[in-house]
């Protein structure tokens, strides 16, 4: 057989919209253009818990989670979302996020593990960038 | 985590450990092929069910339904659901958990997206591969779910033990199924979405096509369904059981077993000689000077194939040496 390598998988990348906000414009863009960058991205489509959004990360063995939330409820989401991942053991997996999140806010969620927010005019390049950079590979 | 570590959390049901495994063998990795080594006795004891046809029939929804169905039977389920790659980017978008929401908090069910990863090829090796690592971890019923659109969708269908062909009415769509050739592998039919008009048209097509196929021991049963209302599921879920039931119980048992063996290595060899000959191909340094004399017509394509061919040949026999 051809030789087998030890690793050779493209990038895959969980989008995902926690809470109860419809408009899912902005983590549609990001998917596809993850996609056009050559990534493999696993959309969910809104309204999900942070339970869903954690089993399905557990199922689909992302490297990256992206979440996206516009209603304002991040503070209050974004940590059940960390919570539920650490009790399913996904414990090396990329944060990053988008949507409406007050400057003020930033600090608080980078110290949950969200290295990355993207608020409204964020370019889809460096998002691009950013998970190529950051997203971590799996020992074979 | 290593491959013996892998093995022992896929039959412990640790689902990190199979998601883990999964990626691996999906990958193609030397642990993965370890891992499929290690666990492949232990396959065979679930139900593996391939679920094509075209896009847009439903699929998506009908294995969503099928799953709950088989759940409410008290089945466990794992699911490997196939969209396609870009074909420019080699990246994809997987869908297919938008349709099945309602399974995400079951502990019953596993679900799993894959990318057809278009030109890259060895789709219907990963999938296979994918079916056995669920099929090891215990998992009542496996099933895949695919674009019925290429040879590789199409092998990945015939690689689990019972092929589901959806259709919808209208359109020509059993023209398009003769010409994929999925009539000839499907062992049960299912005509989705047939509150619109005309199922009762596609059912006749279908069975008038079958009318004309060769004859088997196994009848294919042609059913109606409205997936997204749940109507026609208890009955696919009847089909593919006496299927199952069909394929363990018949005297032909033994040699369908056979046969089906025999055409899994021949797919997976097929596909893994493809592979490493275009891999020597390119590194033959042969290839860019014949595309060269064939674009300028000066030496035809079978000639130049021909050629190519004897410089594969050239570095497998140095590489023995």
Redesign the interface.
Known sequence: MAEATAEARSIRVLIAKPGLDGHDRGAKVVARALRDAGMEVIYTGIRQTPDMIAEAALQEDVQVIGLSILSGAHLELFPRVVVALKQRGVDDVLLFCGGIIPQADIPAIQELGFDGVFGPGSSTEDIIAFVREHAPSYAA | MDASELIERVLAGD??GL??A???V????????AVLAGLYPRTGRGQTIGITGSAGVGKSTLVGRLARAERELGRTVGIVAVDP??P????????D??RM?DL??DPGV????M?SRGSLGGLAEAASGVVDVMDAAGYDVVIVETVGAGQDEVEVATATQTTVLVTMPGGGDEVQSMKAGLMEVAQVMVVNKSDLAGADTAVAQLRGLLAIAPARAWRTPILKAVAKEGKGLDELVAAIDDHQAHLRASEHAAVERSEHAQAQIVSLTRA?LQ??AL?AAAHSGVLAGLVEEVAARRQDPRAAAAALLDAVRGSWAGAKD
């Open positions: 689902r990190r998601a883990r999964i990626s691996h999906e990958a193609d990795t030397t642990t993965g092929r790659s870009s420019f980017s080699h990246g994809a978008i997987l869908g958990r938008i929401q995400t908090g596993f679900l799993r997206s990318a893994a592979r490493e891999q």
